[in-house]
């Protein structure tokens, strides 16, 4: 069974950073990409950013410069800076992992519980 736990949500004022954390465990043979969603109320999910294993990045247009993805592949973990923040970055954030768990194994989709981020003055 594999988890994703994050961490680092909270409370922040404009302009303000914060940096989200997660930790893929259990049973994993690789994992590949790993990235970031979020959530509004009342929005659909989106993809804010993803990182393939060798470091290959992609970011949605709204936080492009101001957000940077990076991970650990020897800790199975990944990271969210967010510099620069703005009310529209509220939402609940997602960590996401494609796991493989045996060598000849498929990539299966995995989430974590979600870190709220909640930007206000």
């Known amino acids: 069974q594999v988890q994703l736990v994050e961490s680092g949500g909270g409370l922040v004022q404009p302009g303000g950073s914060l940096r989200l954390s997660c930790a893929a465990s259990?049973?994993?043979?690789?994992?590949?990409?790993m990235g970031w969603y979020r959530q509004a109320p009342g929005k659909q999910r989106e993809s804010v950013a993803t990182?393939?294993?060798?470091?290959?990045?992609n970011y949605a247009d709204s936080v492009k410069g101001r957000f940077t993805i990076s991970r650990d592949n020897a800790r199975n973990t990944v990271y969210l800076q967010m510099n620069s923040l703005k009310p529209e970055d509220t939402a609940v954030y997602y960590c996401?992992?494609?796991?493989?768990?045996?060598?000849?194994?498929?990539?299966?989709?995995?989430w974590g519980q979600g870190t709220q981020v909640t930007v206000s003055s």
């Open positions: 996401n992992a494609g796991v493989v768990v045996t060598p000849k194994g498929i990539s299966r989709d995995q």
């Open positions: 990182i393939t294993s060798g470091g290959f990045t």
């Open positions: 259990g049973s994993i043979f690789s994992i590949n990409p």
